[in-house]
């Protein structure tokens, strides 16, 4: 049997108990573990059954959802799109996150969004109001401008033509062993988990 080129769970890049006490260990622990590797099974199996896309990037088969084969559209949508926000949540936090970005960065938000408590704002209500599951975003649209939305379930930004470049994740799977139904009080924390060195890096590549 020859074994096509599989995704796979990357590690957890600190500590489950490392972004304690904003996004406590258990948590950390059932979503890595669990619904994140439920993501990349899923996604693999549902490739198995195209052989042809196993060689494509997950990135790839995202920004060009709409070429994936109708029998596996949903599933690849949704695991694809849940292996690559967990991907990039789990690397956009950090244990002693700084508060605010620096740079090139802080400029772009700043004029953009009038002022960082402006952006943090928007963000941090566009996750509060997004009714059931989904994500919140800061990303570099299509004309390289930088812009903040939500989306429903596993939705990527880039199925939409975006490179996101933040992701708040705002499943109750994210919080609730903590805050229950509190979701404000999950979002008004985890902007003390943010990464914001590896957030800059990755808005320097969306214009590169
Ligand atoms: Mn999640």
Known sequence: EKHLMAHTLPALPYAYNALEPFIDELTMQIHHDKHHQAYVTNLNNALANVPELAEKSLESLLRDIASVPDSIRTAVRNNGGGHHNHTMFWEIMAPG????????????????????????????????????????????????????????????????????????????????????????????????????????????????
């Open 97 to 208: 996150g700084r508060g605010e970005p620096t740079g090139a960065l802080a400029e772009a938000i700043a004029s953009a969004f009038g002022s960082f408590a402006d952006f943090k704002a928007k963000v941090t209500q566009n996750g509060v109001t997004r009714f059931g599951s989904g994500w919140s975003w800061l990303v570099v649209d299509g004309n390289h401008k930088l812009a903040v939305y939500s989306t429903a379930n596993q939705d990527s930004p880039l199925m939409d033509g975006h490179t996101p470049l933040l992701g708040i994740d705002v499943w109750e799977h994210a919080y609730y062993l903590k805050y229950q139904n509190r979701r404000p009080d999950y979002l008004a924390a985890w902007w003390s988990t943010v990464n914001w060195d590896e957030i800059a890096k990755r808005f320097a590549s969306a214009l590169a």
